[in-house]
Nanobody, 122 residues
Framework: QVQLMESGGGWVRAGGSLRLSCATS????????MGWYRQAPGKQRELVAV???????NYADSVKGRFVISRDNAKNTAYLQMNSLKPEDTAVYYC????????????????WGQGTQVTVDS
């Protein structure tokens, strides 16, 4: 059974930082491309960061230069370091493995994890 367990969210003032973790089980983590998504109230879920199994990364323009995605294959865990946070980063953050290729990724597993809430106060 696949499990995706996000943690590390919280409340932070604008300009602050948070580090999110995505612990996985039930998958062969090392061969998966992984992504972080977020969903703000009233908006669709969007993919904000990708790390492929080889370690290359890609980011949405809205977070480029501020967020860093990484992975630890030994711990079956992906991370999202979020710096210079803005109020518009407020959302529930989710992780998932990805299918497809750059520009055409889709989430691989259902159900999603519970997500972790990030709230950025101005």
């Amino acid at each position: 059974q696949v499990q995706l367990m996000e943690s590390g969210g919280g409340w932070v003032r604008a300009g602050g930082s948070l580090r999110l973790s995505c612990a996985t089980s039930g998958i062969i983590f090392s061969i998966q491309d992984m992504g972080w998504y977020r969903q703000a109230p009233g908006k669709q879920r969007e993919l904000v960061a990708v790390i492929v199994r080889g370690g290359s990364t890609n980011y949405a323009d809205s977070v480029k230069g501020r967020f860093v995605i990484s992975r630890d294959n030994a711990k079956n865990t992906a991370y999202l370091q979020m710096n210079s946070l803005k109020p518009e980063d407020t959302a529930v953050y989710y992780c998932n493995a990805l299918a497809g290729t750059e520009g055409d990724y889709v989430p691989l597993f259902e159900p999603w994890g519970q997500g972790t809430q990030v709230t950025v106060d101005s």
